[in-house]
């Protein structure tokens, strides 16, 4: 008799789906054994069925490719000093990204306007007065005539 495995990985698991699919075992089985096998420990089902589309795609390998999914995101303090220098060091790149948000979020139907105005916010407070002003003047002519 066969005893269910206690210890798994989903590669290991994605390995059997590919055999058992190569096989022609349909994804509803592959899932019930791997239910019977690994029991808590068994990839949804779903997760079978995404991984036999994978497969029919021309797939070959189980393994997880690095940098699928979801982009790796974090703010950290260090991250936001970082970018504050690289702004104060180019002024102009802080002065044509600003007017490029506010120009898009201005354009959006779907932006609110505490949206608009936390950017502009962040205009006045990083940039110089007569700067700031410049960009939200040119910013509102653009979106203006754009319209």
Not at 25 to 47: M, N
Not at 101 to 125: H, P, W
């Amino acid at each position: 008799m066969a005893a269910p495995l206690a210890v798994c990985t989903k590669e290991e698991q994605r390995a059997v789906i590919r055999f058992l699919w190569s096989e022609g075992v349909l994804g509803a089985e592959i899932h019930r054994r791997l239910s019977t096998q690994y029991r808590d420990s068994a990839l949804p089902c779903r997760s079978v069925y995404e991984w036999i589309e994978k497969f029919k795609s021309g797939r070959t390998n189980a393994t997880h490719e690095e940098g699928a999914g979801r982009l790796s995101t974090s703010a950290t303090d260090e991250k936001i000093q970082q970018a504050r220098e690289m702004v104060l060091a180019n002024r102009q790149v802080a002065i044509d990204l600003y007017r490029l948000v506010l120009v898009l979020l201005m354009k959006s139907s779907m932006t609110s306007l505490a949206s608009i105005n936390s950017v502009r916010d962040g205009c006045q407070e990083s940039l110089p007065q007569s700067t700031s002003t410049n960009v939200l003047r040119s910013a509102n002519a653009y979106s203006t005539v754009q319209q």
